[in-house]
């Protein structure tokens, strides 16, 4: 049974995909299945139905989860109402979604349902507290879309990172984009005693000299900045960006010289393309977080959206080697 | 009239409805559709019951009920929408349903707590056990809610039947049907239900209105303890002692700076109020029609003491309402808003606010339509309060004068931020028909061109 046991020394997971179609969906299956088996009492949620992006059609189109009895879970009205599972309400949040309040409800039968959850992170947050209140062991976020923000650690305790042949057909291609994402999952933190301290920055850039002082840059974000920035080392070449970092920011800082060290929030706060990176770390420099995320382990769908087929056992080997890290066929497990 | 549409007018009122710390939506609601009471025996009413909400708030024994009624307040739930489907015979929903039990449910803490707090005559909540009973058929007396077995005789079977096949995973197409079944059962129950609840409509509308005026109250109660509001009397003039503008003295207390409260008192009639520039005579009128609304709104005044004369309503022209998008210009925007104020005062009576009319036109006819105003103001039952820097007006009505600037000051180096601690900010009668002349001093002291202002000393001079 591998990685249950490792989820279960933690209070909330996200499984979070590369891309569409790449089996969070029969991963969370799997898991709700083991847990159910274990007696585990699971909560389980979700992100990113949200009106703006998705409409109805799209979210109907989302694929079910069975819920087992004992689960309590949290979906749109509207989802809640088209149910398989012999449900009861124990809950209804007062803020709207497009598809009606937000519900919490137990399940008595088991049965399939239909997840949408919270349009930002900081609801997202209170939902978990929620489901934490009325006893759950562990909730679990089941990600939308190719939304990171649901596994920062500042959310979820732990997260799953699901891969699969929709990434790329081509075993060398999903192999990078994989390893890219998961080098900022793995990237090292910073000490503790500099993370309390630049953790209640809101935002900015900011230089940390070397007597550990630190300096507000007053670059109020990493869109305003340009080449033009001459002086952006001028406290020393440890800088922490407070929000985003983009391919713009390491860019930069790579014609700026070397021996740096940019610090993220966590890594879902990096938004660099993997050509990016490889340049600005292949002279000298390097990322840090200030949390790193827990990931529990990459899971792969063999299958694309297209019909395409990759070889399970050779590609998940090549990744786990790729990655030095175990690479699990959830369809195989299941079995 | 409703609070909601006093907004807009230019008294600043605005400033106390966002400060009112409200726990619900329906409760921000019931605010905004809070009436502008006329009458002195609901006003007196409704300040007694605010005054016993003041009363239980602070009542530090009993915290922990006012806790609790806070706390439910906090998950009340606009269920408009829901009760106008009800009315309407819409079938509700197992949401909709859960948030009418929800609802009962939360009156039956929210009263306890308010008997707890010895406002059970105050905040009367109706009994809606009845609905609740509807809704909780096992009487298990906790406010989940699902379609319970209970509710229809073949559903317990159906179920048995469909947890049994969807735990050993069996046929497909039996459970398919199963499915199709309970829904058929769930969808017919909740007419039912629905039919069953339809008789409590007004009860529910009720509880929730009677909850989202609580929050009001309560909010209400919070306002006057933090600034200090002293309930008014009501009387046939206006009358504050130490009368207070909350929102200039936050920002003086923010800036360290002075504030000082004044004392006013005003009957029918005109009363004009001259002053120096930068005196306050329009905070004063801001204040002034602040704490009218407050109080004709069934809240506390800010002052130490306060008498109130009910009107109609307060009209103003404060502000320069220039809008180019319009097409007008600031006298334009003006006459009209004074034209209109003085249509209204024909038919009712009023507390008419009207900030340096007809500033910004030329001297000569801008004097002319100030005699003008005054003399129709006066012929009508309003209360009238005009300021202006126009001298020599020939009327004979009321003159009140800000004392302004305090003498012996003149060698102290001042500032424009440092100016308000040498005005003397109170109020004082004036029987002259003249206006202080200090322009060019306090031009002088906000550190203006020097060349401007001896110019302009010349110009006088000769």
């Known amino acids: ?335 | 009239m409703k609070i909601k549409e006093l907004l807009k007018s230019d008294a600043g009122f605005q400033y106390i409805i966002d400060i009112m710390d409200l726990m619900s939506a329906a409760g921000r609601r019931a605010m905004l559709e809070a009436a502008f009471r006329t009458s002195a025996p609901e006003l007196e009413a409704e300040w007694d019951r605010l005054e016993a909400a003041i009363r239980a708030t602070n009542d530090i024994p009993n915290r922990r009920y006012y806790i609790d009624l806070r706390h439910c307040l906090m998950c009340l739930h606009d269920l408009s929408g829901t009760f106008a489907s009800l009315a309407n015979h819409m079938p509700l929903n197992e949401v909709e349903l859960f948030e009418i039990k929800s609802l009962c449910s939360l009156s039956r803490s929210a009263a306890t707590a308010i008997e707890g707090l010895a406002l059970g005559a105050t905040l009367p909540l109706p009994d809606c056990s009845e609905p609740f009973a509807i809704l909780d058929p096992d009487h298990t007396g906790i406010a989940n809610f699902y379609i319970y077995d209970s509710y229809d005789p073949e559903l317990p079977a159906l179920r048995r039947e469909l947890n049994a096949l969807q735990t050993s995973g069996g046929d497909p197409m039996r459970i398919s049907d199963l499915l199709a079944r309970q829904s058929e059962i769930q969808n017919r129950v909740c007419m039912r239900l629905s039919d069953e609840l339809r008789p409590w409509t007004e009860t529910l509308v009720n509880t929730m209105e009677q909850m989202a005026y609580a929050d009001f109250l309560l909010a209400r109660a919070e306002l006057a303890i933090r600034w200090n509001l002293v309930r008014p009397a009501v009387g046939d003039h206006i009358a504050y002692r130490q009368l207070f503008n909350p929102r200039v003295k936050q920002r003086n207390e923010e800036m360290h700076l002075r504030y000082q409260p004044v004392d006013i008192e005003v009957r029918s009639g005109v009363c004009l109020i001259t002053g120096a520039n930068m005196a306050g005579k329009t905070v004063l009128l801001k204040s002034i029609g602040t704490a009218q609304i407050m109080a004709q709104c069934g809240m506390f005044v800010p002052a130490e003491e306060a008498t109130v004369c009910l009107v109609e309503g307060v009209v103003t022209s404060i502000g320069d309402d220039q809008d180019e998008m319009n097409g007008l210009s600031s006298y334009a925007s003006e006459i009209i808003k004074i034209s209109n104020i003085l249509q209204s005062c024909r038919n009712e009576r009023l507390l008419v606010l009207i900030d340096e009319p007809a500033r910004t036109t030329n001297p000569v006819e801008g004097k002319a339509l100030v005699q003008a105003i005054i003399k129709i103001l006066e012929s009508l039952p309003s209360i009238t309060l005009i300021t202006t820097h126009y001298g020599q007006l020939g009327t004979d009505c009321r003159r009140l004068r800000v004392k302004g600037f305090v003498e012996g000051m003149e060698n102290i180096p001042l500032t424009p931020q440092s100016i308000n601690r040498f005005i003397d900010y109170s109020l004082t009668e004036d029987q002259s028909d003249n206006v202080p002349h200090e322009a060019l001093r306090i031009a002088s002291i906000l550190g203006c061109d020097e060349q401007l202002i001896s110019l302009a000393q010349e110009n006088i001079n000769h």
């Not at chain 1, 020394?9 to 709700?32: A, Q």
């Not at chain 1, 939902?127 to 006893?135: A, K, P, T, V, W």
């Open chain 1, 1 to 335: 049974m591998p990685f249950i046991s490792e989820i279960l020394r933690h209070r909330s997971l996200s499984i979070v995909g590369l891309e569409k179609n790449t089996g969070k969906t029969v991963c969370l299956n799997y898991i709700l299945h083991r847990m159910n088996q274990l007696g585990v009492h699971v909560g389980v949620t979700s992100i990113g139905v949200d009106g703006e992006q998705v409409d109805s059609v799209f979210a109907t189109a989302k694929p079910e989860i069975t819920l087992f009895r004992g689960t309590h879970f949290i979906t749109s009205e509207k989802h809640y109402l088209i149910r398989q599972a012999v449900s009861r309400l124990v809950a209804v949040d007062s803020q709207r979604t497009s598809l009606g309040p937000l519900v919490t409800a137990e399940v008595l039968i088991q049965g399939k349902v239909l997840l949408s959850g919270a349009a930002t992170t900081a609801v997202l947050k209170r939902q978990i507290q929620s489901l934490d209140s009325m006893g759950v062991d562990i909730s679990i976020v089941d990600g939308a879309l190719s939304r990171l923000s649901l596994a920062s650690p500042t959310v979820t305790d732990c997260m799953i990172l699901a891969t699969g042949a929709a990434v790329s057909a081509n075993v060398k291609q999903l192999i990078a984009k994989t390893r890219h994402l998961y080098q900022l999952i793995c990237l090292d933190e910073v000490d503790e005693t500099l993370r309390n301290r630049l953790s209640i920055i809101e935002s900015g850039i900011w230089a940390i000299d070397n007597d550990g002082e630190i300096h507000d840059l007053e670059i109020a974000s990493v869109f305003l900045i340009d080449r033009s920035e001459k002086d952006i080392l001028r406290f020393g070449h440890t800088l922490f960006a407070a929000g985003a970092i983009s391919d713009r920011l390491l860019k930069i800082l790579a014609a700026k010289g070397k021996d740096i060290t940019l610090i993220a929030r966590d890594f879902t706060k990096i938004f660099v393309t993997p050509e990016v990176y490889v340049d600005y770390t292949r002279r000298g420099n390097r990322l840090m977080v200030l949390q790193r995320s827990k990931l529990i382990a990459i899971t792969l769908n063999p299958t694309s959206p297209q019909g395409f087929l990759l070889d399970s056992k050779s590609t998940c080997d090549a990744l786990s080697d790729a990655l030095q890290t175990p690479v699990y066929d959830v369809k195989k497990i299941e079995q």
